[in-house]
């Protein structure tokens, strides 16, 4: 299995965040990424493969041009407007508001373009989020070209990120751009099954009205979780998308079991869609120990999960998005693909 | 003219208030009614009369029940949920997120509540927004009772709230309480004119498809200021409300001359429209020491203000709205009722 991972991908260096109204430590960080390479690096099935840089346009099928300059120059915006720091937005389009004018004003931009304001932005992110989109479309060409899997490992992450936001410590929505990848070089239809513990609204959005990528995400109930909005059961795709969305929200304290009753049920409508391709959201923050999350999956769950992954007989496409149990991360991370590899 | 003002609206006491990424000293204060409430006890023709509570019926005409219920039992989900400090809010329903079903966990609702991360909530906000949209109903009572003039000394202040969101500093729109209540109790038509500094967006959204009230609003073009999302010259209303919403968005730095111009163009479609009664949303922030606006008119500029609004011809009601420049608060806003009362 090819491992892809750009070292610019580490730029993004966000020393806090903003969390219940205070200025905290931030836990998207880059030690997050060399956790999991380091524990990939030690599994023998796994070689790291040198990532190419195939462009800014495959972000730009999934992305709006307007956004994807924002983030590129959000760091000279900052430094003109002689700010400090970290950007964070504080105010949004909410209800009422109108979404199409872009304010010339930085802190309207950032709020324009964002749904969080716990996401530090800086004048590295633009970097770190194209090279983690890169990763992911050089894992989607692994495929394209034969293997039958590969893992990405994507940091920043980007499962909450849409067409024109970020939020939730996303940027570039990875797993959405591997998926356009795919389809734009020739697969009828590709499957993305988002299993971190939060649900991706992002990916979600983008693909809602389509009929040719499908998106389930299993995490827990947005009434008791962020991103708290959207990742309802009765989400199932609007005009061609309809039936192609499948929410499956599960009650905080969930465990192993139904947490494995619910990925097979996941895999049995991937089965039934037949995608040329399967992408698989891998955040690993449903284990018990992560500290902004709440299912109890243990460390001895982890092979299980990979070994259903295998059994779904696709080629996958592994993409990293969440998990912030920092010194467990690779251990978690690697017990699945070892899994997957090895089952 | 009458004054009204309820000493509960003085116990909403916020702290901080979140600005740049960064906690700082709130801006928003009880020392803001108290320097209004001392510079207009000083004026001769100025009476304060006693605050009736007329209840939170009409509270309810302009807000939804389930928002008002979250302020009133905001405090007790705070301390339920063992957190310390002011609310704050930081993830919001943006575009692509679902508004129709309010999330149980306490930052879902936060953010489902607002469209802004920079507004303190405290288990003592509610009481203070209750007394002052009562004092803005008895203002508009004394109106219903004969008097051509009334004021009401709002604060908190109300015209960046909406039907079910806070933000701005706002929970309660104070102005469009009285509006509705001048209706309820049989004004055909009422204008509300809003002279604030910022977009009156909470009072356009709540009135925009209707005919029976007319919204104005002079402004900092939002491009450039703080909503950044409204307030547009291209709102005019919708359905029924098409052509009763006025936007005058100004450029920053604007001066008296050119403010002097657009407030007389406002009363010109006031007095087209012919209300039965005129409030107008009060504002003093266009001032040129204000700490957080950029308009440039001085003391000496504010008289003429009262003159023009007294020349409308109108039952008036002032509503009090913003104005940050705690020291010269209070004799700017005396100086416009002096204008108003003696010209
Ligand atoms: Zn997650
Ligand atoms: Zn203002």
Redesign the pocket.
């Known amino acids: 299995m090819k491992l892809f991972f750009s070292p610019d991908q580490l730029a993004h260096n966000p020393q806090k965040e903003i969390s219940d109204g205070k200025l905290v430590d931030a836990v998207e960080i880059p030690q997050r990424a060399e956790m999991v390479l380091n524990a990939l690096r030690a599994l023998p099935d796994l070689c790291e493969a040198p990532v190419q840089d195939l462009g800014r346009e495959p972000i730009e099928r999934v992305h709006d041009k307007g956004y994807i300059q924002f983030l590129e120059d959000f760091g000279s915006l900052w430094a003109a407007a002689g700010r400090e720091g970290e950007g964070f937005p504080f105010v949004w389009p909410g209800r009422d508001f109108r979404t199409d004018k872009v304010p010339n004003h930085l802190d309207g931009k950032l709020g324009h373009y964002s749904f969080d304001a716990g996401t530090p932005l800086t004048d590295k992110t633009y970097g770190a989020a194209y090279a983690s989109a890169q990763s992911a479309l050089n894992g989607a060409d692994a495929l394209l070209n034969g293997d039958q899997h590969a893992f990405a490992l994507c940091r920043p992450?980007g499962h909450h990120a849409g067409k024109d936001y970020y939020g939730?410590y996303c940027f570039f929505n990875n797993a959405a751009i591997a998926a356009q990848y795919l389809r734009d070089q020739g697969a009828e239809r590709v499957s993305i099954f988002d299993i971190?513990?939060?649900h991706g609204n992002g990916t979600q959005a983008i693909f809602y009205e389509r009929a040719d990528v499908q998106f389930l995400s299993m995490h827990a109930d947005p009434l008791d979780e962020y991103p708290y909005f959207l990742g309802h059961a009765d989400e199932r795709g609007m005009g061609e998308g309809t039936g192609h969305n499948f929410n499956y929200p599960l009650p905080l304290g969930t465990a192993a079991p139904e947490f494995m009753t619910t990925l097979n049920q996941g895999l049995d409508e991937v089965a039934r869609y037949d995608p040329d391709y399967l992408i698989i959201s891998l955040?690993v923050?449903f284990f018990e120990g992560d500290p902004i999350?709440q299912f109890k999956l243990t460390h001895t769950d982890m092979p299980a999960i990979g070994t259903a992954l295998r059994q779904a007989g696709k080629p996958i496409l592994f993409v990293m998005?969440?998990?912030y149990a920092v010194g467990d991360l690779g251990r978690n991370v690697a017990s699945i693909i070892d899994g997957y590899l090895n089952n």
Do not use: M
């Open positions: 992450p939730g971190d513990y939060h955040g923050d999350s998005e969440g998990g």
